[in-house]
T-cell receptor
Framework: DAGITQSPRHKVTETGTPVTLRCHQT?????MYWYRQDPGHGLRLIHY???????DKGEVSDGYSVSRSKTEDFLLTLESATSSQTSVYFC???????????????FGPGTRLTVL | GESVGLHLPTLSVQEGDNSIINCAYS??????FIWYKQESGKGPQFIID?????DKRQGQRVTVLLNKTVKHLSLQIAATQPGDSAVYFC???????????FGTGTLLAVQP
């Protein structure tokens, strides 16, 4: 998984509770991404980061926030989890080959989140 | 909006045969394309990529073909093996958006 870990790997939580997912990389890639994967949909971008403290929204950012205080860590927070946020969440990294967004994205193993 | 789609949701092939997985994209400004393989319970794994200045690129047992005229790309897997059974995604990037747009995936089932 290209030096990417995600934690936790599985989580069950209740509606209304806050949840934080962590992505950690050891590859020193500049860009980091959070995606969600749901049946019938391709991977959809939630948020991404182009450097420490530099983040931006993706196509499905409502209800999510992110933070990146160190190059190696990118956190995804669900402030108040809802059942519609039940999904598999993937972190990805890129930026080491060409240094731009068209670099290959390498994915972590995923976190399966269930919101009851 | 932009989309990346796959012609067939499921492809069943015999072990040893060649497999062809197709993908269409909508943004003519896309200039970077990737194929990923995803096994059950795992994250997408990079297979091969191609940029718009190329029509064909080969890897180990895999070939990607790009037809920019009809906005179509394909992944060819030679001598398909049981270990190739997985979902395959294409993704397109570049152009007006600097983010990848992913297809929904094709399930490749290899029959022994």
């Amino acid at each position: 998984d290209a030096g990417i870990t995600q934690s936790p790997r599985h989580k069950v939580t209740e509606t209304g509770t806050p949840v934080t997912l962590r992505c950690h990389q050891t590859e020193n890639h500049r860009y980091m991404y959070w995606y969600r994967q749901d049946p019938g949909h391709g991977l959809r971008l939630i948020h991404y980061s182009y450097g420490v403290k530099d983040t931006d929204k993706g196509e499905v950012s409502d209800g999510y926030s992110v933070s990146r205080s160190k190059t190696e860590d990118f956190l995804l927070t669900l402030e108040s989890a809802t059942s519609s946020q039940t999904s598999v969440y993937f972190c990805a990294i890129s930026g080491k080959e060409r240094g731009d967004f068209t670099d290959t994205q390498y994915f972590g193993p995923g976190t399966r989140l269930t919101v009851l | 909006g932009e989309s990346v789609g796959l012609h067939l949701p499921t492809l069943s092939v015999q072990e040893g045969d060649n497999s062809i997985i197709n993908c269409a994209y909508s943004n003519s400004a896309s200039d970077y394309f990737i194929w990923y393989k995803q096994e059950s319970g795992k994250g997408p794994q990079f297979i091969i990529d191609i940029r718009s200045n190329m029509d064909k690129r080969q890897g180990q047992r895999v070939t990607v073909l790009l037809n920019k005229t009809v906005k179509h790309l394909s992944l060819q897997i030679a001598a398909t093996q049981p270990g190739d059974s997985a979902v395959y995604f294409c993704a397109a990037g570049g152009g007006a958006t600097n983010k990848l747009i992913f297809g929904t995936g094709t399930l490749l089932a290899v029959q022994p």
